[in-house]
C-alpha cells in the first residue's frame, strides 16, 4: 500500500517543520558568543516563543480527516536526502517538545544559576535535535540525529552536574547511548539492504522501506535490533541503568527537556518497528510484554525504597515506560491511541513533578525527601502543581490522563483479556501509591530535620506560570480530548491494518455495531 504525502506548499506558506528546527538551532549558536544571562535568557524566550506559535499553527493547519504524511519537505544536497513530514504518529510530539522549551526558560528565569547561557544554548539546540528528529522521513537522518542528540546532554552535564561524579556519568552515558546507536545502526543498515535483491536501488527513505517492505530479509534480526536499541533509549528493564543515575546526579534543567527526549524511544518503536517488520513485532510480542511488566513492577518497587526525590521520578520514568509498551505491543486502535496521549500525559507530568522539586530544591537546597515536609503552606502552587501532575499520571477523571489510561487498558483487555489486565492494574496502583506517598511526604508530613527555607527569595511568578500553564494543559485536554484523538485517529487506525496477524482476525470477526466518533471518546 503506498502512504499518501502531501507537501508544505499544498497547506501552508513555508516550510513549517524545517522553520521549526531552524529557530532555536540559530538562536543556540547565536549564544556562543558572550552574552549576558539576561540577554541570552531573551534571546532563549523569543526562540521559545516564537516555537510555540509555529507548533500551534502546525497544529491548526493539521488536517485530521486525512491519512499518510502532511506538510512533507524532501530535498538532497551532496549526496544527502533530507526528508521531513509529520501524520498522526507524531504531530503531538513537537507542540510537546516546544512547550517544555519554553517553560525551562521560564524555570531558568527563576532559579538564576550559574552558566546560564551556555544551559540556554544547550537547551535550545537540544530543542532543535528533537524537534528534527519527531519529523524525520529519512532512517539514517533520525539515527545521525539522534546521535546529535548526546551533545547537547553531554554539555549540560559538564555543566551542572556534581563535579565527583561527572566522569563516571559521561562514561555511563556514553556506554549506554553508544549502544543503543550501534543496534540501530545495523537495524537501519539491513532495512536499507535488504531491498537491493528486490531490484530497488539503495535508499534509507522510511516511504520507501514501508511500501516495500515485503521484500525485506532478516526481519527478526531488524526487530531486535531496533527493539533493543530503542529500549534503552525509552528507557525499559534492563536497559535502565543510566537515568537513575542522571536523574541523581545531573540538575533539573537538563533532566525537564530529556523527559520529552526519552519519548523518542517510544515514537521510534511506533514509526519504524510496527509499519516496517509488523508480523515479526507480532511474533516476539509475548517477549516484549515480559519486559514490560517487569519495568511495571521494578520501576514502581524501587520507587518506593526511594529517599532522593529524583532517583524516584527516574524510576516512575521506568515504571510508566513499560506501560508505554505494554500499549504498543496490543496491536489494537486503542491501545496505540492510548499510548500516543500517555506519551503527552507523561511528558508534561514528569516535567511539572521535576520544575516542583528542582524549585523546592532551590528553597531548601535538599531533595532528600526525610529533609523535606510540611512545604504546602510556603510552596502552596508547587505542592498543587506535583498533585495535579501526579493525579493524571494516575488516571483521574478530570484529566488528558483519564482518557489515556482509558484507551490503553481497553486495548490491554482487547488482547489479553482480564487476566493481564488485572496484572497492569496493580503496577499502576502502586505508581499510584508511591507518588501519592512522595506527596504526602515532601508537601504534608512534618520534617524529620529542620530545613532552612529561604522563604524571602521567591520568584513567584515564575513558579505561578509554570504550575498555571502545566495543570491548564492537564485539565483542558482532559475536560476535551477528542481534538487531539482525531489528530491521530486516521493514521493509528493505518498503521493497525498494516498488522498480518491481527488485522486478518479483524476482517474475519467484524463488528457488528458501528463504531463512530462519539463512541470512542474515552470518558464514556
Known amino acids: ?215 525485506l530479509h532478516d526481519e527478526t534480526l531488524i526487530f531486535i535490533l531496533l527493539f533493543y536499541g530503542f529500549a534503552i533509549r525509552l528507557p525499559l528493564f534492563p536497559f535502565h541503568g543510566w537515568l537513575p543515575l542522571l536523574a541523581e546526579q545531573n540538575n533539573l534543567t537538563s533532566l525537564t527537556v530529556y523527559v520529552v527526549g526519552l519519548k523518542l524511544g ?48 527516574a524510576f516512575a520514568t521506568i515504571s510508566h515506560s513499560g506501560m508505554l509498551v505494554f500499549g504498543l505491543f496490543s496491536f489494537n486502535e486503542h491501545g496505540l491511541e492510548g499510548t500516543l496521549l500517555l506519551c503527552l500525559v507523561y511528558g508534561l507530568a514528569s516535567a511539572g513533578m521535576m520544575f516542583s522539586i528542582g524549585l523546592i530544591y532551590r528553597h ?18 508547587l505542592a498543587l502543581l506535583f498533585l495535579i501532575t501526579t493525579l493524571s499520571t494516575i488516571i483521574m477523571p478530570g484529566s488528558l490522563g483519564f482518557d489515556a489510561g482509558h484507551l490503553l487498558l481497553k486495548g490491554v483487555i482487547e488482547e489479553h483479556e482480564w487476566g493481564v489486565s488485572i496484572t497492569i492494574l496493580a503496577g499502576h496502583v502502586l505508581a499510584a501509591g508511591f507518588l501519592l506517598w512522595a506527596f504526602q511526604r515532601i508537601f504534608l508530613a512534618t520534617s524529620q530535620r529542620t530545613v532552612a527555607y529561604a522563604g524571602k527569595d521567591h520568584s513567584l511568578w515564575q513558579e505561578r506560570t509554570i504550575a498555571f500553564a502545566i495543570c491548564a494543559l492537564h485539565i483542558g485536554t482532559g475536560l476535551n480530548s477528542m481534538p487531539l484523538l482525531k489528530m491521530i485517529d486516521q493514521d493509528v487506525a493505518e498503521l493497525v491494518n498494516q498488522y498480518p496477524v491481527h488485522s486478518s482476525q479483524a476482517y474475519e470477526n467484524p463488528v457488528v455495531e458501528n463504531e463512530t466518533a462519539s463512541d470512542k471518546e474515552p470518558s464514556e
Request: charged letters at 10%; one cysteine or more; glycine letters at 6%.
Open 1 to 215: 500500500m503506498i502512504t499518501p504525502v502531501s507537501f508544505w506548499s499544498e497547506s501552508a506558506g513555508f516550510p513549517v517543520l524545517t522553520t521549526m528546527t531552524l529557530i532555536p538551532f540559530i538562536a543556540s549558536v547565536g549564544l556562543l558568543k558572550p552574552l549576558t544571562s539576561g540577554t541570552a535568557l531573551r534571546i532563549g524566550y523569543a526562540a521559545s516563543l516564537l516555537t510555540v506559535a509555529l507548533s500551534l499553527y502546525l497544529l491548526i493547519l493539521f488536517d485530521d480527516s486525512k491519512t499518510g504524511i502532511q506538510f512533507a519537505e524532501q530535498f538532497g544536497l551532496f549526496g544527502l536526502n533530507y526528508s521531513a513530514g509529520v501524520d498522526g504518529l507524531n504531530i503531538l510530539f513537537i507542540p510537546l517538545t516546544a512547550c517544555t522549551s519554553l517553560l525551562v526558560m521560564i524555570y531558568l528565569s527563576a532559579v538564576r544559576i550559574e552558566n546560564t547561557r551556555r544551559l540556554v544554548a544547550c537547551i535550545l539546540g537540544y530543542q532543535a535535535i528533537l524537534i528534527a528528529a519527531f519529523s524525520a522521513l529519512n532512517v539514517l537522518q533520525f539515527w545521525f540525529l539522534t546521535v546529535l542528540e548526546l551533545i547537547p546532554i553531554l554539555f549540560v552535564v559538564q555543566l551542572s552536574g556534581l563535579d565527583q561524579k561527572k566522569r563516571h556519568l559521561v562514561i555511563r552515558l556514553t556506554q549506554f547511548f553508544g549502544a543503543s546507536f550501534f543496534l540501530t545502526l545495523c537495524g537501519f543498515l539491513l532495512l536499507a539492504f535488504g531491498l537491493i535483491d528486490s531490484e530497488h536501488e539503495l535508499t534509507f527513505d522510511l516511504l520507501t522501506l514501508t511500501n516495500n517492505n515485503a521484500y
Open 266 to 313: 517510544v515514537y521510534a518503536m511506533i514509526r519504524f518497528i510496527f509499519p516496517l517488520v509488523p508480523g515479526v513485532a507480532e511474533q516476539w510480542a509475548g517477549y516484549a510484554i515480559i519486559l514490560c511488566l517487569f519495568s511495571i513492577f521494578y520501576g514502581a518497587l524501587l520507587a518506593f525504597m526511594q529517599n532522593n526525590a529524583y532517583r524516584l521520578l
Open 364 to 381: 531548601t537546597k535538599t531533595v532528600l525527601i526525610p529533609r523535606l515536609g510540611h512545604l504546602f503552606d510556603s510552596h502552596t502552587a
